[in-house]
């Protein structure tokens, strides 16, 4: 009696549906995440990585596996995540905050440059992040002197306080140029005297605005990097001139600089940031005090009560609210 023949085992040729549903997943989980990262609200975002967690860390329906997030860590490094307050982390992770910042303070400063508020000041976005130059019409050294002069802090002072607003944390160089022509005096070359003139700047701005020293770098060009060639002497001026620099976030990997900032504890760096919105405050209430003076002498002056007595309030009102605003962001 013949043998009864085995019957081949069926093939199963299905399997690749199973590492093709795990790739899908996990491919939708990344575009997830990627959409949440460029946003700016941060507090948004945790919820959005929440309910990932929550969602991926079930069973798959797939293959009975365990969660693709169950193990995982935090989209965003961990150190950052969990030892800075909202508004630096802020900062620290979304390219579009960091753009639009730019973007404002350029507006703000052109316009006062436009009302003539502020001389010598003018603004570019390029490759590098936010190019503040400020040319002698501004800030005027003597001859051969890295002094700041008497005038210089005016403008200091709001290039300054719109920068801080803004960044806590973005590292920012300052680079003194000057033009070609020799100097006698203290220094040997024009090497040090752009170099001092930039750390005169950087000095400044560390003293009046509490930036941490780590962020700031100082630069000293000569007068190799002319941005005109001409020998006039109003072409000239615009080779002597010093550039503020707020650097793209991009780089932050490269120097380790916000080390120091993430090392803090949230307390130091709540405590650090009030003291700097602080000092904005006093700033715009110096230049609003300084109005008043200015608004009551010429009415004196004239004898006549002031026509824009009205618009001045309105003014101060506004003000108020917005620095109200500023010293409380979590107030409507």
Do not use: C
């Not at 093939?11 to 899908?24: G, Q």
């Not at 004196?300 to 309105?314: I, Q, R, T």
Request: aromatic share 6%.
């Amino acid at each position: 009696m013949a043998k009864k023949k085995k019957a081949e085992e069926h093939e199963n040729l299905e399997r690749w549906l199973v590492s093709y549903a795990d790739f899908m997943t996990l491919l939708f989980a990344t575009f997830v995440v990627l959409y949440a990262l460029s946003q700016i609200n941060v507090n948004e975002f945790k919820k959005v990585e929440e309910s990932l967690k929550k969602a991926f860390s079930a069973q798959s329906m797939i293959d009975g596996g365990s969660g693709v997030l169950t193990q995982g860590n935090s989209v965003m490094d961990a150190n950052a995540a969990n030892s800075m307050i909202d508004s630096l982390m802020m900062e620290y992770i979304s390219p579009r905050y960091e753009q639009e910042s730019y973007e404002k303070i350029k507006k703000d400063l052109d316009a006062m440059t436009k009302n003539e508020e502020i001389k010598g000041v003018s603004t570019t976005i390029d490759e590098r992040g936010l190019v503040i130059t400020i040319t002698d019409k501004a800030i005027l050294f003597p001859s051969g002197s890295a002094q700041l002069p008497n005038g210089a802090e005016k403008v200091l002072d709001k290039v300054g306080k719109l920068i801080v607003e803004k960044f806590a944390m973005h590292s920012i160089r300052v680079e003194g140029h000057t033009d070609n022509l020799p100097i006698k005096g203290k220094y040997p070359s024009n090497w040090e005297l752009s170099s001092a003139r930039s750390s005169a700047i950087v000095r400044y701005l560390i003293k009046r605005f509490k930036i941490l020293p780590d962020l700031m770098s100082a630069v000293g060009y000569a007068d190799t990097r002319p941005v005109a060639t001409s020998k006039d002497p109003d072409y000239l001026a615009k080779n002597r001139r010093v550039e503020i620099i707020v650097q793209r976030n991009q780089y932050k990997k490269l120097d380790h600089y916000q080390d120091t900032f993430i090392k803090m504890g949230k307390t130091e760096q709540q405590k650090r940031r009030n003291e700097q919105i602080k000092i904005i405050k006093d700033i715009d209430n110096q230049e609003l005090e300084s109005l008043g003076e200015d608004i009551k002498h010429t009415s004196e002056m004239s004898h006549e009560p002031s026509s824009g007595s009205h618009d001045v309030h309105n003014t101060f009102l506004n003000e108020s609210k917005r620095l109200e605003k500023l010293s409380n962001p979590s107030s409507k």
